[in-house]
């Protein structure tokens, strides 16, 4: 168990709607990262934060904003749900090397 | 840009029948390749770090070994509890900057039938 716990982890909600997702971590790590995962395209970096304050973009960062106020929580918010972001979007924090990760957030933008 | 492909997409076999998965990477410094196992609607649950061409890691069933250009994850005699997606990833050493970012291939679905 890395610690790791994701809020909410299931949510419908409805298009121009903002959406924010959160990440807890008890274990004081400095790295936190937000993935979201889709058929045929895997796991993609959002956004990612190497300390409280210091955040910065990933991949697939459009349409999504990050704050990280305390070591142990990151906020992922959709300021605006489209359909497009209707994933599964997952937590993660970095050991020595590797990752490990939340359960997930399943979200659906109707 | 670095980059993983995972073959096949999907790969069942009968109980006991051994068999690999393959990742093919490109990056630009390896810093470590990962493999994780997923299982439905769970988060990724972290396997094996590979770090340079001829390591190999082990446990149970399973034993990933890593070239300059790809890395295969060997699954010996399995069983149907091996069912789940396997991912790899690649961290690539980019100046002291990569802030231990992982790329992520698309995963290999494995079925394992008794």
Redo the contacts between chains.
Sequence with gaps: DAGITQSPRHKVTETGTPVTLRCHQTENHR?M?W?RQDP??????IH?S?GVKDT?K?EVSDGYSVSRSKTEDFLLTLESATSSQTSVY?CAI???????????SRLTVL | EDQVTQSPEALRLQEGESSSLNCSYTVSGL??L?WYRQDP??????LF?LYSAGEEKEKERLKATLTKKESFLHITAPKPEDSATY?C?V?ANAGGTS?????????TILTVHP
């Design positions: 790295y990262y993935y045929g395209h895997g796991l993609r970096l990612y190497y910065d990933g997952f970095k050991g020595w090397g590797e990752l490990f990760f939340g359960e997930g | 810093r470590g990962f609607g769970k988060g990724p649950e972290f770090t991912l990833a961290g802030y231990g970012k992982l790329t992520f291939g698309q995963g």
